[in-house]
């Protein structure tokens, strides 16, 4: 019988491990390093995702900062508007204060207010009417839609104003109700040369119509945003949109309501911007004849460290994360079996060498053992216990040369049984897989 250990080490000049060991060490390097790769990819998604949401909570500040920026642009180019709108129609009424001219008369006023409103293309009916209010003889004059009662309410109120403020020269405006609907009402008084007013010259106008001129005239001519939105992203050319770029109104949505919420103007795709996080809110003015400036920013792309194809399909992210995973495993498992199976196919190729090598040394020495153990037990001289003695070492002889024969058959090598308490061996006498001979047991015993 032969005995085979499997030793953690063995013996030879250079010292190494056993191969059964070293395939340990390959799986568990396997192993490791699928780990490592999962947990190097865990903590990079999870980072990136931190830094990502920081991105995003610092690009909504600024990108809310933009909104409010536009949104007192936009604000303050509409009360610029209106401030020169006032000065180019009642520019001859201030240019006559305290001089020794003649005062300005109210045709002159109609005639450059109906050049200015002409130019100004308004989206309906402004209902204009003109006025001019004499202090000094409570005279009234109208033009247009300035008459009856309305005319009455516009001129009182602007006596008992202005006498309480004598000394205001600059045009002003006043919002005043008319059958429920707002009107807008601009004015100027004439200084006389004592410093006191002597006449007031106006115009009024139905204020959500006129805000709504204004403020689409501001809109289309004016940049709302800084310069880090120019190129292709911002229409800086306020005369028309050349190729490769977008008009402004494709990145803000802009809404100017009264203090009450009512809408006087609103920007034609305002839709699109509905529901993005970059909104601010102006507050141009506390009195109730105030406006309110609403700017939503949509922008091109949203800012994000991640991908937004990543950022659409996470689940699939996190499930190919996890078949990569899987598929490292199979990978690690297939190496280890082809690992195994390549040990038992040198371990087979191994023996087989020994087989042959113990055939080619044993069988000459068993062929010339049972040759001389034959010629004497052919002579007459034997006594019967000498004949089975020498029958005894023919039949031994007999048993090795067929174990040689059998060691030739790589697929008993994986019979193995307990020797005694100290390992165990391949059993030799085994006629077929799984199977021993009869006698086995006494015969290893014996050994």
């Known amino acids: 019988m032969s005995l085979f250990r499997a030793p953690f080490l063995r013996q030879s000049r250079e010292?190494?491990?056993?191969?059964?060991?070293?395939?340990?060490?390959?799986?568990?390097?396997?192993?490791?390093?699928?780990?490592?790769?999962?947990?190097?990819?865990?903590?990079?998604t999870i980072e990136a995702r931190r830094a990502d949401r920081a991105l995003a909570v610092a690009a909504a500040h600024t990108l809310r900062d933009y909104a409010g920026y536009a949104g007192r642009t936009m604000g303050a180019e509409v009360l610029r508007r209106f401030s020169e709108q006032r000065a180019i129609i009642l520019s001859p009424v201030s240019g006559s204060a305290r001089r020794n001219v003649p005062?300005?008369?109210?045709?002159?006023?109609?005639?450059?207010?109906?050049?200015?409103?002409?130019?100004?293309?308004?989206?309906?009916?402004?209902?204009?009417?003109?006025f001019r209010v004499d202090f000094r003889t409570?005279?009234?004059?109208?033009?247009?839609?300035?008459?009856?009662e309305f005319a009455a309410r516009v001129a009182d109120t602007l006596t008992n104003l202005l006498a309480h403020r004598p000394n205001m020269s600059?045009?002003?405006?006043?919002?005043?109700?008319?059958?429920?609907?707002?009107?807008?009402?601009a004015y100027a008084s004439l200084i006389g040369k004592d410093g006191q007013p002597v006449a007031a010259y106006g115009f009024a106008y139905a204020r959500a119509v006129?805000?709504?001129?204004?403020?689409?005239?501001?809109f289309r001519e004016t940049p709302l945003l800084p310069i880090s939105f120019a190129g292709t992203r911002w229409n800086y050319d306020t005369t028309a949109v050349r190729a490769g770029e977008v008009e402004n109104d494709s990145l803000l949505g802009v809404r100017i309501t009264d203090r009450a919420g009512h809408v006087f103007w609103q920007s034609?795709?305002?839709?699109?911007?509905?529901?993005?996080?970059?909104?601010?809110?102006?507050?141009?003015?506390?009195?109730?004849?105030?406006?309110?400036?609403?700017?939503?920013?949509?922008?091109?792309?949203?800012p994000s460290l991640i991908p937004n194809a990543v950022r659409r399909s996470q689940r699939t992210y996190v499930q190919a994360l996890f078949a990569l995973t899987v598929l490292l495993s199979i990978v690690s498992l297939l190496a280890l079996r082809r690992e195994r199976l390549g040990a038992r196919s040198r371990r087979v190729e191994a023996m087989q060498q020994l087989a042959l090598g113990l055939r080619h040394e044993i069988n000459n020495a068993l062929a010339s053992v049972m040759l001389n153990a034959e010629l004497l037990?052919?002579?007459?001289?034997?006594?019967?216990?000498?004949?089975?003695?020498?029958?005894?070492?023919?039949?031994?002889?007999d048993r090795m040369r067929s174990v040689l024969r059998r060691l030739e058959k790589a697929e008993l090598f994986d019979v193995v049984v307990p020797y005694m308490n100290e390992g165990y061996m391949v059993d030799?006498?085994?006629?077929?897989?799984?199977?021993?001979?009869?006698g086995s047991t006494s015969t290893n015993q014996q050994a």
């Not at 600059?170 to 009402?185: Q, W």
Request: charged share 20%.
């Open 170 to 185: 600059e045009p002003s405006v006043l919002v005043v109700e008319e059958d429920g609907v707002p009107r807008s009402v």
């Open 268 to 302: 034609d795709r305002v839709a699109a911007t509905a529901g993005t996080p970059y909104t601010e809110t102006v507050i141009l003015s506390t009195t109730p004849g105030g406006i309110v400036v609403q700017v939503a920013l949509r922008p091109g792309s949203a």
């Open 15 to 44: 010292w190494s491990f056993a191969p059964q060991t070293r395939s340990n060490m390959r799986l568990a390097i396997v192993a490791s390093t699928v780990l490592i790769t999962v947990v190097v990819l865990v903590i990079a």
């Open 210 to 218: 006129g805000i709504s001129a204004i403020a689409a005239r501001a």
């Open 377 to 397: 037990a052919e002579e007459d001289n034997l006594d019967k216990e000498q004949a089975a003695r020498l029958a005894a070492i023919v039949e031994q002889a």
């Open 428 to 438: 030799l006498s085994a006629t077929s897989v799984g199977s021993a001979s009869p």
């Open 138 to 148: 409570k005279a009234v004059q109208g033009r247009g839609a300035m008459r009856g």
């Open 103 to 130: 005062e300005p008369t109210l045709d002159e006023i109609v005639a450059r207010g109906e050049k200015y409103f002409a130019a100004l293309h308004p989206p309906g009916d402004l209902d204009l009417g003109y």
